[in-house]
């Protein structure tokens, strides 16, 4: 039995070699290359929690491999039984089973991760749904079953194994009773914030079509910018009003004590209104935003440097499996739900997670739901056809597929008593820039003269059309003011200002953005911009890789906590890397290096250069002193 035991062992592993070894030499690269150096620093490393949230990973491989190799061993002998009609040899008749078990797992796998890096496009046979798949699923229940039954005498122990193994791998269960009590008597409204990352408006109302119903029933603002077009600065400024200079994250993963006071903070100021404050996003890499910010519960995969490491590396037939269980969200907490871990990221199951977790409202609430999905790599566990006609083809896809989870989400909303009394902000935190879209301006005055720069993604052009974003306001009482600003220019940093007035709070402290519902709100404002890493193009109009692994390189580190940080010591040298402006609607001024100024005009696509400060002072006053009003560091 051992010998057999060897060769099922030596059978699974050539299965899985090509996806292990593919995900090995991803690993290594990125430690060879630095990009991973801090996470994987022992001394950090072992001072953190991570070595448990390591361990429970491959305490679950090991054992969930171990029950398929040994469960399918033993069955082998049945089978060989059952086919010696056919296959004399015993030896032949068991390899015949191991060969079939372990081919159905990839073929399975294939069916559920079209993305996964284990052979998929040689065995992926049938979509998740076909009759096949669901009896190829008895090839490892049914040994695993049998192994049970034949390995234990005592039937309480076959009872609780057996069960166990049927309700881990049980993928619908709903944990909630569909007729939940709604017993949220308070007369304060529930403040709903559901966000969608990297979303563009050329294909909204056409692959969007529940949001799109949702706005026609809302207050949306035509011209809406985010002052840096990247998701943990963006919400920050969401949260407080402020601008990224102001409230301190203007680099993602920055530490908590390089940001401005958990006071300042929107949830902070609600919950001494007694509210409760609920955060949820599928993807937390570069967003860590919880307790600092003023959250009593948040709703995410599993944060930090395991994030990074496990879903490097999860990419495993059989784990992928398991990941389709609800119990994976304490099994598997840094693959269930993670928008990070694409090829194996399924929307649906960041729905499940929020539906598990989210009390029923019996309190006030202040919940903010962001939804990765259209980020890029685009990717994600869908076979669907990608839009050949479109720029990028798996894009379309994702925008479809976040709109399921809207609606899915406001179900949720719904049966758990949220809507009932709810003022509801529809936002995007950036949009998504594509290579060819980059604008060219021609020198006013020296036609010979041009400025073209590339921008593939969000955050590294402040002349990006991936600045303007989503803004629209539903149930809020002052419709008729709301509404009479929508074609004025607005900012992230105007959606806390606008809640607190919505529920009559004043706030104690200066906020930079201003109330959507004043009658004093100025039609053409200027605004602050800034980018994250500057990030280039290949020759392909994609990003470059490579260039991005190296402005990395050593820039993070592990906390005692297991989040990943950048190191203070390279703040400086990250902001001194970006690009600075200041933009109305139509016009950017944005500072250029070494020295001076351009402005940029959007309707003529032309710029006028300024030399200095003082020429800009002497031939654009206006744009100096906003210059100055914004950058006062800057303004020397």
């Not at 010979?448 to 149930?475: D, F, P, R």
């Amino acid at each position: 039995m051992k010998s057999n035991h060897i060769i099922s062992l030596i059978i699974y592993l050539f299965f899985n070699a090509y996806g292990a070894i593919f995900q090995i030499n991803n690993i290594q690269s990125k430690s060879n290359e630095g990009e991973m150096n801090s996470i994987l620093d022992l001394t950090s490393l072992f001072s953190s929690p991570v070595p448990i949230y390591l361990g429970q990973f491959f305490l679950i491989l090991t054992c969930l491999s171990a029950l398929f190799i040994v469960s399918q061993s033993y069955f082998s002998y049945v089978f060989a039984n059952l086919v010696k009609k056919y296959i004399t040899n015993n030896l032949a008749g068991r390899i015949v089973w191991l060969l079939l078990a372990n081919i159905s797992l990839l073929v399975v796998s294939a069916a559920y991760f079209p993305h996964s890096v284990n052979l998929t496009k040689w065995f992926y046979l049938w979509p998740e749904h076909h009759p096949n798949i669901n009896l190829l699923w008895l090839v490892f229940f049914i040994p695993a079953l049998f192994y049970i039954f034949k390995r234990f005498n005592s039937n309480l122990m076959k009872t609780i194994l057996g069960l166990g193994l049927i309700a881990v791998f049980s993928f619908h269960l709903t944990s909630e009773p569909e007729n939940m009590v709604k017993t949220n008597r308070s007369n304060q409204p529930n403040i709903i914030l559901i966000g969608v990352d990297s979303l563009r408006g050329d294909i909204l109302e056409s692959h969007m079509p529940f949001l799109t119903g949702q706005l026609s029933k809302s207050t949306v603002f035509n011209t809406v910018f985010s002052p840096l077009g990247r998701t943990f600065p963006a919400w920050n400024t969401i949260l407080t009003g402020l601008y990224p200079t102001n409230h301190g994250a203007r680099i993602n993963l920055i530490n908590p004590d390089q940001l401005i006071g958990t006071q300042h903070y929107l949830p902070s100021i609600l919950k001494k209104e007694g509210y409760r404050t609920i955060f949820s996003i599928d993807e937390t890499r570069f967003a860590n935003i919880g307790a600092h910010q003023g959250f009593d519960q948040t709703i995410t995969p599993r944060m930090g440097a395991s994030d990074f490491i496990i879903s490097n590396v999860a990419d495993i037939p059989i784990i992928n499996l398991l990941s389709l269980s609800k119990y994976s969200e304490w099994l598997l907490p840094e693959i269930f739900s993670n928008r990070g871990a694409a090829k194996t990221y399924r929307p649906s199951s960041f729905n499940e997670l929020i539906e598990r977790n989210l009390p029923i409202a019996d309190q006030p609430t202040f919940l903010a739901v962001h939804f990765c999905l259209p980020h890029w790599p685009y990717i994600f566990s869908s076979k669907a056809l990608p839009k050949k006609d479109y720029s990028v083809p798996y894009y379309p896809l994702n925008i479809n597929a976040v709109d399921q989870q809207i609606k899915t989400l406001f179900k949720t909303l719904e049966k758990k008593g949220y809507l009932q009394n709810s003022r509801i902000v529809f936002l995007s935190d950036h949009g998504e820039a594509w290579a060819h879209e980059s604008p060219s301006f021609t020198n006013k005055n020296d036609t010979n003269q041009t400025h073209h720069i590339e921008e593939y993604g969000h955050g590294s052009s402040v002349l990006s059309h991936s600045n303007q974003v989503l803004l629209a306001l539903k149930n809020f009482k002052n419709e008729i003011a709301l509404s009479a600003n929508i074609d004025k220019s607005a900012s992230l940093a105007d959606i806390t200002p606008t809640i607190l007035d919505e529920l009559n709070i004043t706030p104690k402290t200066k906020i930079d953005g201003e109330n959507l519902a004043s009658t004093n709100l100025y039609p053409n404002r200027i605004f602050p911009l800034e980018t994250g890493t500057v990030l280039t193009l290949n020759e392909k109009d994609k990003l470059d890789i490579d260039q991005i692994v190296n402005k990395f390189i050593n820039r993070y580190e592990m906390q005692p906590n297991g989040l990943i940080t950048i190191q203070d010591t390279k703040i400086k040298e990250g902001l001194e890397a970006k690009e600075y402006a200041i933009r109305s609607k139509q016009q950017i001024l944005q500072k250029m290096k070494p020295t001076g100024f351009r402005l940029f005009d959007l309707t003529s696509n032309e710029y006028i250069e300024y030399q200095s400060l003082t020429d800009l002072e002497n031939n654009a006053p206006i744009w100096k002193q906003a210059w100055c009003h914004y950058y006062i560091d800057k303004c020397i």
